[in-house]
């Protein structure tokens, strides 16, 4: 555990330190997909839900292209894109953790999360109900929950729908976090990070 914190810091510290040094470049790169974004929407959107499949797919963060999809495209296209981007990149970790990486999963991910189990039973009789609510209220980690799900008798119809209505607060509120930095509203900016602070709180009492 030692070792896994220290390693953890040493990543944050890189990339922190890269961005510090590379902040004029990564702001002009910024800059140009803000343009693209303006003179070409369409493309700019389906870059973004790509390198939002790309990144949940494996396993990478993916907060930050949700911040940049509220500050370009606002909260209401923004919450469209980045929840297609979402859905489409769930969709593809679980068919990944069903059907290619099951045994890996099943060994590294179940013992971490073994409360998982005991959702096993619902997802086969409520599965529809039970995903919207995992979704509703992140009791497991986003990434880690789109391979769990692939490893149980949930079908992919059920799974599928309910990640997309599942996920639809808490990708409203990280998108319009995004929007309101953009529009340095020291208003927009304190009510989104209420509404993340609400859902992480609704988390843990559930």
């Keep these: ?13 890189i990339i922190s330190l890269t961005a510090f040094i590379y902040h004029t470049q990564l702001l002009t790169l910024l800059q140009l997909f803000e343009k693209q974004s303006m003179e070409m929407p369409l493309l700019a959107a389906c870059i973004l839900i790509l390198l939002k499949i790309i990144s949940t797919t494996l396993g990478l963060p993916g907060t930050p292209l949700t911040l940049l999809a509220g500050s370009l495209f606002g909260k209401f296209l923004g919450t469209l894109i980045a ?21 890996y999963v099943e060994k590294k991910f179940l013992p971490v999360y073994p409360k998982m189990k005991a959702y096993d039973d619902k997802l086969k ?48 509120v990280f998108v319009y976090f995004g929007e309101s930095l953009r529009m340095l509203s020291a208003f927009n900016i304190v009510c989104a990070i209420m509404g993340i602070l609400l859902l992480t709180y609704l988390g843990k009492l559930f």
Excluded: E
């Design 1 to 13: 555990p030692i070792m896994k914190k220290i390693l953890i810091l040493c990543c944050v510290f």
């Design 83 to 103: 929840l297609i981007g979402n859905t489409l990149g769930a969709t593809s970790a679980f068919l990944l953790s069903r059907y290619i990486m099951r045994d």
């Design 125 to 172: 009789t409520k599965g529809l109900s039970t995903v919207i609510a995992l979704r509703l209220i992140p009791i497991f980690p986003f990434n880690a929950l789109n391979f769990l799900f692939g490893v149980t008798g949930l079908s992919l119809k059920k799974y599928i729908t309910g990640s997309f209505f599942g996920m639809i607060p808490g990708t409203f």
